[in-house]
């Protein structure tokens, strides 16, 4: 293939800004990719967290910073089915329990571990994430491809005229950023998205 003039190879998978990106569109190649890197930065802090002079604030605070922002990096475009949340919601946990200092056979909860740290779940975490970019995407201008391609989702949510000459490919749909968006918030993504535009324009936010 050549662009420009300059021959492109053909691949398979790519690493574009940090990001694994393959060619089936799926996020469980940079999922696993991040959660190796996450858990090699855990492994180097394992002094760290050893260290009994250090407050558990601290630790959690060491965590969120070097572990937790490896671990999510771009995480708020991946389109995540349950079993990739369910690996993902597993990383953590071992993370906060090496911390704490909880062996496997305390049988202490998952939910007893998020309580003790004050923190909360990954599910959680991403859908205040998304939606954060939704907003943020919603009041880029019109004429940016990435609002535009989002707004012609939401014309078609308002039956409002667009390409009639579009067909949806053969097979079953694939799970889509915006379907996730649709569990994270109890809005409506159309009032979610005259929210984030009334607020470019300096309208009412309520």
């Keep these: 293939m050549s ?3 300059n021959t492109v190879e053909s691949v398979n998978s790519f690493v574009y800004l940090g990001s694994l990106q393959s060619l089936d569109g799926q996020c469980r190649p940079d999922l696993t990719c ?22 558990l604030n601290t630790k959690l605070r060491i965590y969120q910073t070097l572990v937790l922002s490896v671990l999510l990096y771009a995480a708020d475009t991946w ?14 946990q071992k993370c906060l329990r090496q911390l704490l200092g ?4 305390d049988r202490v909860r998952n939910d007893e571990v998020l309580q003790r740290t004050g923190l909360t779940s990954l599910s959680n975490l991403l859908s205040r994430r998304r939606i954060s970019v939704f907003g943020h995407v919603a009041r880029l201008d ?3 491809l990435v609002n535009m391609a989002l707004q012609l989702h939401i014309n078609v949510l308002l039956n409002r005229p667009f390409d009639r000459t579009w067909r ?7 799970n889509k950023w ?3 968006l649709r569990n994270d918030s109890t809005r409506p993504i159309v ?4 929210r984030a535009v009334d607020r470019r324009h300096g309208g009412a936010t309520t």
């Design 3 to 5: 662009v420009d003039g």
């Design 34 to 55: 991040r959660i190796g890197l996450a858990c090699a930065v855990m492994t180097s802090l394992k002094r760290i967290w050893g260290d009994k002079c250090l407050t």
């Design 79 to 92: 389109t995540l089915l349950s079993a990739d949340m369910r690996t993902l919601d597993a990383f953590p």
């Design 102 to 105: 909880i062996k496997w056979y």
């Design 142 to 144: 019109n004429v940016t």
């Design 168 to 174: 949806r490919p053969p097979g079953r749909p694939r």
């Design 178 to 180: 915006v379907d996730q």
């Design 191 to 194: 009032d979610l998205w005259k």
